[in-house]
């Protein structure tokens, strides 16, 4: 046996055993790409792909996009395309890309990497260059390339344009951190530009161990500071940690810290930083041992002073086959205390790492220069005495990680893959401030979680972008209340929120989204700003809906119900459409609420729906259905239901058995056995063929579902994406579609339109949730709303088919069992069906 299975299995164990509720968060509401088309604004440009460094300027009202040899000024609102550069690495500089050994499909082009505001005239702007870095000037007004000023981009721009990178532009001087060579083998946080020597960190692995970067922060910790304290840049990254006594090296997130101030040592550490300082960044589920390691991304949100900084940090990790996801917080205040505590060092007669625990030079190594420092006569770190300086060099690791609040996750997402992040401050109409995260995950998604004191809440899951491509970049225009996000194929911006979408108070108030509210007097759900927020309801604390009153016009007209009917003896599914994906369906017929012990009805919560088995003259009536939440009940399907004889009975109906003689009854029923054997054979015989020609097919359902057809085909009887064969037929819309919106169907009545066989789903269409195994045979499949729930808002998508299907399997049996007993209707009345 292999000896890493038991591991493996004591690890499934314990991510199995976590409270399923933190590891599976369900959004409220699931938004597909064909519902965000009013609200989401585009744009991309043909032969122009990565647009993932965004950079906003001018007050929010211009959005500067850099993407594979191009530059782009928009104007955000409508997204328009102002101005554009197009920044071309040269022939022959790809050319010896490729003599290089590069890909000349992906490496060898010019992929702008840095774009920041240099000055109010100016942007700074840097590129890979085809592997040869560069770097110049944008002029703003005429947003033009100074093609004669171009600097080397070393140390300012990685080469590669796919490993991790980052910089930041302070007063003219630019701290970045990348990879400084061709190899990428000499990791660097450097500092170029502006009046200062140019700094860098040392080349050892104890200082950066194949670092990942991923953000960098500028904190201006000497305002108003009673120690005379320096401004600092923090950077964020993942390395091989070697302090870890564990066989094979992990890898472990890092904060690092550099002051602005630092000048480098006289002798020891020349040009070279003398504050530079890092510790771990500690984002784990304490009680199961489960430890993030690899940093994602990382969002700075600053606060009413720079004490009360907050960092965010996206962290991913996976065991065995399951993606798992958080979002861990850290507060300034203990990052500092980090930096103030312990330091760790290498025992070399141990061969281990450890806390240091001798006298530590004074003045404390990796310490800015404050008041203290100048008051003893060190104006400068080039004043620092040698011993400090030695010190700062052989240890610059500290002892001490730094810790999220309570010690764990914000949020842990099991089955996602999260890669951006924003976060937000929303200011409710109670007077809190909410955090908000606007979390992109690498199929196109974007969720967006509200942070409040007891746990997360998912307001809504949107897919921003069609295809599975990964969102790139996240930036936030807190003034315009607009979200920019960047991939590989587009730039899509959309606001904060779209409060349209809540049609009721209830549904408005349940939401908790801190930028939207109830209007009474509008009697429509809008944003929660301006002047008359007084008059508005919102309850993002909660979501007590006891404030919404009837609207007082007079109540709309009830629906009128979709008529079902039914032959005796058939299974019928009625869905339920709910108002979010956190909704239970309840059910009352013919004014009586349903209860579960019912021998003659099964709930299937998965499916959202409710099963009427074998269905009898009993069961006819009327059913409603109502989306529950937090028990608010909201009206969702309304149907009547009309349960007929099946064939049994109309034959028995007719001429009676005593009339006929023996004689003609047994020749009769001799003749109907060979016409009934004559006819399977005939069958099985074309079903083979088929079966040859298409593979498995599957078994006709006698399940009765309400479908509800497209009011404007794309073709008379229907449109493309219609399959059609032998056995499968597709009834006639313009002969059986009512104005209710049921279809009733009798067998032997179709008309078939040849058309391509429509495109299967996604193999997993719902984050979080792992699909089950298929059983060797299934029924033909039944599609309830899209993959994720959009139009029927529920966030379990059903699909019986051969290759993914609900884990029910007593739901199965049942079904299987009725499609042996399945007899068709009469043709005497073409208004009633089994589909």
């Known amino acids: 046996m292999d000896a890493t299975l038991p591991g493996l299995v004591l690890l499934a164990a314990l991510v199995l055993s976590l409270d399923a509720a933190s ?67 040269p022939a022959e500089k790809k050319l010896e890309c490729i003599q290089k050994g590069k890909n000349n499909q992906t490496d060898c082009f010019n992929y702008v990497r840095f774009l920041q505001s240099y000055n109010s005239s100016h942007l700074y702007v840097c590129g890979t260059f085809a592997f040869q870095p560069k770097c110049t000037y944008i002029e703003v007004p005429s947003f033009s390339l100074n093609r004669l000023a171009f600097e080397d981009g070393k140390g300012k721009c990685p080469y590669d344009p796919a490993k991790g990178h980052t910089g930041l532009l302070v007063d003219g001087e ?23 020597y140019s700094m860098k960190t040392e080349y050892l ?17 000497s305002q108003d500071s009673s120690t005379g304290d320096d401004d600092k840049v923090y950077f964020f990254f993942s390395e091989r940690a070697l302090e870890l006594d564990c066989e094979a090296e992990r890898v472990v997130a890092r904060v690092a810290r550099v002051c602005k101030g630092d000048m480098g040592g006289a002798r020891t550490l020349q040009k070279k930083w003398t504050t530079f300082l890092k510790a771990r960044l500690a984002c784990a589920v304490p009680e199961q041992q ?55 060092e290498y025992r070399e007669q141990a061969q281990k790492w450890g806390r240091y625990s ?149 549904d408005c108030v349940l939401a908790r ?48 119900p979709k008529n079902m009917t039914v032959a005796a003896g058939a299974d019928l599914l009625l869905p339920c459409r709910l108002t979010s994906n956190l909704a239970r369906a309840r059910w009352a017929f013919n004014g009586r609420e349903l209860a579960a012990e019912h021998a003659w009805v099964r709930y299937a919560p998965h499916l959202q729906a409710l099963l009427l088995r074998e269905a009898g003259p009993q069961h006819s009536g009327t059913y409603r259905c109502f989306s529950e939440e937090q028990g608010t009940r909201l009206a969702a ?44 054979t005939l069958s099985l015989r074309r079903r083979l063929r088929e079966e040859m020609a298409k593979g498995a097919k599957a078994v006709e359902s006698t399940l009765v579902y309400p479908i509800e057809l497209p009011k404007e085909p794309a073709s008379p009887k229907f449109g493309p994406g219609t399959a059609c064969d032998s056995d499968e037929k597709l009834w006639d819309p313009a002969s059986y579609y009512y104005s209710d919106g049921s279809l009733k169907i009798v067998p032997g009545h179709a008309a ?84």
Not at 450 to 474: C, M, N, W
């Open 23 to 89: 590891w599976s968060l369900v959004p409220r509401k699931t938004i597909p790409y064909s519902e965000l088309k009013e609200v989401v604004k585009r744009f991309s440009k043909a032969d122009v792909s990565h647009y993932v460094t965004l950079t906003l300027g001018e007050a929010e009202a211009i959005l500067y996009v850099g993407a594979r040899e191009a530059v782009f000024a928009l104007a955000t609102g409508p997204l328009e395309l102002k101005a554009a550069i197009s920044w071309e690495a």
């Open 174 to 196: 630019l701290y970045s951190a990348t990879l400084n060579n061709f190899l990428g083998t000499e990791p660097v946080i450097l500092r170029n530009l502006g009046p200062h």
């Open 205 to 221: 692995a104890s200082w950066l161990n194949e670092p990942h970067f991923v953000g960098s922060a500028f904190v201006p910790e």
């Open 290 to 344: 489960l430890h993030f390691g690899r940093l994602q991304a990382v969002f700075t949100l600053a606060g009413a002073t720079w004490r009360d900084t907050a960092f965010f940090g996206l962290f991913q990790a996976r065991w065995g086959d399951v993606d798992v996801s958080a979002v861990c917080q850290y507060q300034l205040e203990d990052v500092r205390q980090a930096f103030e505590g312990p330091y760790k």
């Open 358 to 506: 001798d006298q530590v030079p004074s003045p404390r190594p990796g310490a800015c220069i404050t008041a203290w420092h100048r008051q003893n006569g060190v104006a400068s770190s080039l004043e620092l005495p040698d011993n400090t300086l030695n010190f700062a060099k052989k240890h610059p690791l500290m002892d001490q990680p730094v810790l999220p609040p309570r010690g764990r996750p914000l949020l842990l997402q099991r089955g996602a893959n999260f890669t951006r992040l924003a976060v937000h401050r929303a200011w409710a109409l109670d007077g809190a401030a909410y955090t908000v995260l606007f979390i992109g995950t690498g199929d196109g998604w974007l969720h967006k979680a509200l942070v409040l004191p007891s746990r997360i809440h998912l307001v809504e899951e949107l897919q921003v972008f069609a295809s599975a491509q990964a969102v790139e970049s996240l930036v936030l225009a807190p003034r315009k209340r607009l979200l920019f996000a960047g991939s590989r194929s587009q730039v899509a911006q959309l606001p904060l929120a779209d409060c349209s979408k809540y049609h009721s108070c209830a």
């Open 513 to 560: 989204d801190p930028y939207c509210a109830w209007s009474p007097n509008a009697s429509r759900c809008l944003p929660a700003e301006g002047p008359d927020r007084s008059l508005l309801l919102q309850d993002v604390l909660n979501a007590d809906t006891g404030r919404c009153s009837p609207p007082r016009a007079a109540p709309p007209a009830k629906a009128a």
């Open 637 to 680: 399907e309304h149907y009547a239901v009309q349960v007929v004889p099946g064939p049994a009975g109309t034959l028995e109906a007719r001429a009676p058995v005593e009339s006929l003689g023996l004689g003609w009854l047994v020749a009769g029923a001799l003749g109907a056995l060979c016409l009934v054997l004559l006819l399977v």
């Open 752 to 835: 078939c339109q040849p058309g391509p066989a429509p495109p299967s789903p996604p193999a997993n269409g719902i984050p979080g949730q792992p699909l089950p195994s298929p059983p060797p045979h299934s029924p033909n499949r039944l599609h309830l709303g899209s993959a994720r729930g959009s139009s029927s808002n529920g966030y379990i998508r059903l699909q019986l088919g051969a290759e993914e299907r609900p884990g029910y399997a007593d739901l199965a049996e049942e079904l299987r069992r009725k499609l042996q007993q399945r007899q068709a209707l009469p043709d005497s009345n073409p208004e009633e069906s089994s589909v």
